[in-house]
C-alpha cells in the first residue's frame, strides 16, 4: 500500500499554491499557530512532573517560578505569535482586554482569539484538554488594529482550529476548504496528516450535556433530553452520554463518531456559559465545513454579531440531523415539542 506521508507544512503549502496571489502570510500564521502548539504540547505532557518540578506559585528545580497551566499555554501562544508581523490584533480568554502587540513588533493583516487551554477541571488530572484558536482579517482603520478586529461575526473567520491534547496530539482545522486533521508524531516533532476532509456523520449516539444542571434548566431543555434518551422504537433518538467536561475533547469525538454537544442556557446563567470567540464560533466553523451544524437554539452560532470580546453564548453543536432534531425543542417561542 502507498498511503503518501504529509506534513501540516508541506499540506499548508500545497493549500496556498491554489491562490496564486496569496503573499503566504496565512501560510506562515496557522505553521506559527502550530509551532506554539506543539510547545503547549510538550508543557501539558509533563504537567504530571509538577509535583517533582514544581508546582504552579511555587520554583521549580531551577528555580523559575511554575506557571499555572492555562496561564503558560496563553503565555507560549502569545510569545509564539505577537512578534511576527503578521497579527494586528490578539485576544485571549485569559486576558481580561485585548494583548497588547508591544510598539516595537512590526504588525500585520489577521487577528487571532483563542482559548490557549480548554478543560480547565481537567488540567491537573491527566484527562484530555485542548487549545482553540480562529483567525480573522484586519477590519478596522486603526494603524496596529483595535478591539473590532478581534470581535467580528463568526462567518468572517477566514481559519479557525484545535489543538487536542489527548492520547495523541491532534490538530484539527479549516480555511473554508474543508476539514484537516494532523496527529503529532513526537519523535520527529512533527504533525502529519491523518485525518483528510472530515465529515462529521448526519446523526449520531452520543449526546454530551452536563446533566447535574437539569434542575436549572428550561423546560425545552428537560424535554429534549427526555427524547434524545427514548428508544428509538419510541420515537426518541435512543443517545447515550459522553461528557469529558472538555469542549474540545468531546467536540472531536463527536466531529468523528456523530453527536451532539449541548451547553444551554438556565435560569442561573442566561447565556450559557461558553465564549463566543474564543470557544463557539471556531468550532462552528470547523461543524459546518465538516457537514455539521451549530446554533445557539435561535439563530446559527456563525451569524451571530458579537459585541464584546468575552460574550457569552448558548452553544448547541454537532451532526446535521441531531441538532435539527434538538431545534424542534429549542426555537424560541416553541412550546411542547414531543418525540418523532
Ligand atoms: P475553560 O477551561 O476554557 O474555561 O472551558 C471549560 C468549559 C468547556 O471546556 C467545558 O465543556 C465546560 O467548560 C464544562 O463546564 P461544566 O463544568 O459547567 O460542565
Ligand atoms: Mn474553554
Ligand atoms: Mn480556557
Redesign the pocket.
Known amino acids: 500500500m502507498d498511503k503518501t506521508i504529509m506534513s501540516l507544512e508541506r499540506h499548508f503549502l500545497d493549500q496556498q499554491r491554489r491562490y496564486p496571489e496569496a503573499r503566504g502570510d496565512f501560510t506562515k500564521l496557522l505553521t506559527e499557530v502550530a509551532f506554539a502548539a506543539k510547545i503547549v504540547s510538550r508543557e501539558v505532557n509533563r504537567a504530571g512532573l509538577a509535583g517533582i518540578l514544581g508546582r504552579a506559585g511555587q520554583t521549580n528545580v531551577q528555580g523559575e517560578d511554575v506557571q499555572k497551566l492555562?496561564i503558560l499555554a496563553h503565555n507560549i501562544m502569545v510569545r509564539s505569535l505577537n512578534h511576527l508581523g503578521l497579527l494586528c490584533a490578539l485576544s485571549s480568554?485569559e486576558s481580561e482586554g485585548m494583548v497588547r502587540i508591544p510598539d516595537e513588533y512590526p504588525v500585520g493583516n489577521y487577528a487571532l482569539n483563542m482559548?490557549p487551554?480548554?478543560?480547565?477541571?481537567n488540567i491537573d488530572v491527566n484527562v484530555s484538554?485542548g487549545t482553540i484558536f480562529s483567525i480573522l482579517r484586519k477590519v478596522s482603520y486603526a494603524p496596529r488594529g483595535d478591539v473590532t478586529d478581534c470581535v467580528q461575526p463568526g462567518y468572517k473567520q477566514v481559519a479557525a482550529g484545535y489543538v487536542l491534547y489527548g492520547s495523541s496530539t491532534m490538530l484539527v482545522y479549516t480555511s473554508g476548504q474543508g476539514v484537516f486533521g494532523f496527529t503529532l508524531e513526537p519523535s520527529i516533532g512533527e504533525f502529519l496528516l491523518s485525518h483528510s476532509h472530515i465529515r462529521i456523520p448526519r446523526s449520531g449516539n452520543y449526546y454530551s450535556i452536563?446533566e447535574a444542571?437539569s434542575h436549572r434548566w428550561k423546560e425545552e431543555v428537560r424535554d429534549y433530553l427526555a427524547c434524545a434518551k427514548r428508544s428509538r422504537e419510541s420515537g426518541g433518538r435512543g443517545m447515550g452520554l459522553r461528557?469529558i467536561?472538555?469542549?474540545?475533547a468531546?467536540f472531536h469525538r463527536n466531529m468523528l463518531k456523530g453527536g451532539i454537544f449541548l451547553?444551554p442556557a438556565d435560569k442561573q446563567n442566561s447565556h450559557g456559559?461558553?465564549r463566543y470567540l474564543?470557544?463557539a464560533a471556531p468550532l462552528a466553523f470547523i461543524a459546518e465545513q465538516a457537514g455539521g451544524k451549530a446554533t445557539n437554539g435561535d439563530q446559527d452560532i456563525m451569524k451571530i454579531v458579537p459585541t464584546e470580546l468575552h460574550q457569552r453564548t448558548p452553544l448547541i453543536i454537532g451532526s446535521a440531523d441531531e441538532v435539527d432534531f434538538a431545534m424542534r425543542f429549542f426555537r424560541q417561542n416553541q412550546t411542547h415539542a414531543e418525540c418523532a
Not at 487551554?117 to 477541571?121: A, E, N, R, V
Not at 467536561?245 to 474540545?248: A, F, K, M, R, Y
Open positions: 492555562d480568554e482559548d487551554l480548554d478543560g480547565s477541571s484538554i452536563n444542571y461528557y467536561g472538555s469542549l474540545v468531546d451547553y456559559k461558553l474564543y470557544e
